[in-house]
């Protein structure tokens, strides 16, 4: 690996550590990450494919409230690095994979680590305020983005120095029932995500659009685009009809049953 | 105070590029109070010009603050209006800036989060996902452009809609259309989210539960066939009538399965990790134990 790689390949952690706390860019999405350093090393291929299925894995990972998702940086830029330095292109993505969920809840601590720093950083922030100083503010919100791109830059350099070999061996050494194991439970383990999403979502109202999109699926023609399309058609109507409802009670006489037997259900639902 | 001073455009630009950063210093005391203050400094500056006003305001901007990233925009953008009005030398005090801020972001985060991280976020990846498992590299391109297309836009527009509906911002937002925007985000978020469990959890129960012995004439009898390329062409076209390629016929437990429906192992699953998460099971445990079961599963010949 040259040296441009390796530098291309730290900058893209980097960015993939500032991207996990900031949340605007992605940069720290498998689908980004992995493709990127796939890019630099020249196995843009591999890392495409191991970004999409790793992608797959982490849809629904988010931080909110007590629930705390393992950290889709590091899982993306470990398990690409191991890809590529594994040299065995798309057969390597099922045990570079097997590899980064581990990372990718130990990262989780490396990111309560951060965040307890920063604290430090804002009572400097505070001094700064007293004099305001805008400089120093600024460089100590400057600082601490930056220490949480070292969160990622400084394991992916680690990893990059392991010789290739190693990890050849390593990935090669793992028996097949471990690897097909993994991947059995990498198609598994996407349910996770979606039940995280889905617990936050859920109420009465909308579960009937669950079981819709569920049997709608099983007709492969239909593209994710399509069933994109067909689900925004379905919300269009039902915020239609309930306007309609809510109007329809508002005049009715009486109040609720306004002989409106749809506006009716949908108010019970509430 | 002669002079009104107002923040132009370019300011207003800075501002909401600088809010960008916002959670650049999250932290556990105060989460993103010092992103916010970052963000607000040119505004202050442009609008205090002695120093005992400059350190009130940046002061006043580190408070706790904490809503989602995007949704700080219009706060951002209401706060602006503020801090224009009070450099104009009109009575709003330290407690009207806070207590906007603090009252807006925690219904604005509730919107925030069903729309971008469970709605937009899993839809959009699931979209480049899907392309790039395939080898395109079109799926991380299509995501990342419109993601950032959606966001940049969204950030502006609504910090721009905050500065100038100034405080009357949290009317109109307690209204009708923000429950709109909420349940019409969950109504697609969760039909794409049933449509996901169907195509992309996947589980293959291997055991079979029957072999029957199919009649003759039922299945391709190989041995009839001559042994050339028109041999294989009779083999094609029969089992393009419907033979079956064995005198027997397989039926795995994974069969019976998918004919009650497709896609049943999986949603059970995903109603299961659900269970477990309302137990306040940690998502890493159910992570790392599906790991398991699916080592431990395809071991015994089960998965």
Redesign the interface.
């Known amino acids: 690996m040259s040296i441009f790689t390796i530098i291309m390949i730290i900058l893209i952690a980097f960015l993939a550590g ?1 991207g996990g ?6 940069f720290h ?1 498998p ?2 990450a992995c ?1 990127l350093i796939g890019m630099v090393s020249g196995q ?2 591999a890392g ?2 191991l ?3 790793l ?2 894995i ?3 990972w ?1 931080n ?1 409230g ?5 950290d889709a940086a590091l899982a993306s830029v470990a398990s690409a690095i191991i890809l590529v330095q594994s040299g065995m292109g ?1 057969e390597g993505i099922g045990s570079s994979i ?1 590899v980064a ?2 990372l990718a ?1 130990a990262g ?1 601590f490396l990111t309560m680590l951060a ?2 720093l ?2 430090p ?2 009572h400097m ?2 001094k ?5 100083e ?1 400089g120093k ?2 460089l ?3 600082l ?2 930056c220490m ?1 791109g070292l969160r990622i830059a400084i394991p992916a350099a680690a990893l990059l120095f392991i010789p290739a070999e190693i990890v050849q061996n390593f990935l090669q050494s793992m028996p097949a ?2 690897t ?13 995500g ?10 009465r ?3 009937p ?10 007709i492969s023609e239909l593209t ?2 399509a ?2 399309a ?3 058609a ?3 109507i ?2 239609q009809l ?1 306007d309609r409802g809510a109007a329809a009670n508002a005049g009715g006489v009486g109040n609720g049953n306004s002989g409106d037997p749809l506006g009716d259900i949908l108010d019970d639902y509430e | 105070m002669a002079e009104k001073v107002r923040l132009d455009k370019k300011e207003r630009m800075q501002v909401a590029w600088r809010s960008t950063f916002l959670q650049g210093s999250w932290n556990y005391e105060r989460m993103q109070n010092g992103g916010f203050c970052y963000a607000m400094i040119p505004a202050i500056k442009a609008l205090y010009k002695n120093k005992e006003d400059q350190v009130a305001a940046l002061k006043r901007h580190l408070e706790f603050f904490n809503t989602h990233p995007y949704m700080a925009s219009p706060i951002i953008g209401v706060t602006l209006a503020l801090e224009e009005d009070r450099a104009h030398g009109s009575n709003v005090d330290d407690q009207t800036i806070n207590g906007v801020k603090v009252g807006m972001m925690g219904p604005l985060a509730g919107v925030g989060d069903p729309v971008f991280w469970f709605t937009l976020r899993p839809m959009l990846g699931a979209l480049g996902a899907s392309l790039a498992m395939s080898g395109n590299v079109l799926g991380p391109i299509i995501f990342f452009l419109a993601w950032n297309i959606i966001r940049w836009a969204f950030m502006w527009y609504t910090q721009e809609f905050g500065y100038k509906a100034g405080m009357k911002i949290t009317d109109d937002l307690s209204g009708g259309l923000l429950q709109k925007v909420t349940k019409g985000a969950s109504i697609l978020g969760m039909f794409v989210l049933g449509s996901l469990v169907e195509r992309w959890v996947t589980i293959n129960f291997k055991p079979v539960v029957s072999t029957v012995q199919l009649q003759d004439g039922a299945f391709i009898d190989w041995d009839a066939l001559i042994q050339d390329k028109y041999g294989i062409r009779e083999a094609l076209i029969q089992q393009g009538q419907g033979l079956s390629l064995t005198p027997e016929k397989v039926t795995t437990l994974q069969d019976n399965l998918n004919s009650l429906i497709p896609g049943l192992v999986p949603l059970l699953l995903t109603l299961f990790c659900m269970w477990l998460l309302k137990k306040n099971v940690s998502p890493i445990v159910i992570i790392i134990g599906l790991f398991i079961v699916g080592i431990l599963g395809h071991l015994i010949g089960l998965l």
């Open positions: 500032m706390i900031l949340d605007e860019f992605q999405q689908l980004v493709t843009l291929e495409v494919i970004g999409g299925s992608q797959m982490a849809l629904g988010a909110i007590a629930a705390v998702a393992p798309v097997a969920i581990p809840v989780l965040r307890t920063a604290v950083m804002v922030m505070d700064a305020a007293e004099n305001a805008f503010i600024q100590w919100q400057v601490a983005i949480q029932w471990l097909d194991g993994m991947s059995i439970g990498g198609g598994m383990v996407v349910a996770v979606y039940a995280m999403v889905i617990n936050m979502m859920a109420t109202e909308v579960w659009f669950f079981a819709i999109g569920f049997c709608i699926a099983a994710l685009m069933i994109g067909i689900g925004v379905f919300a269009l039902y915020l309930y």
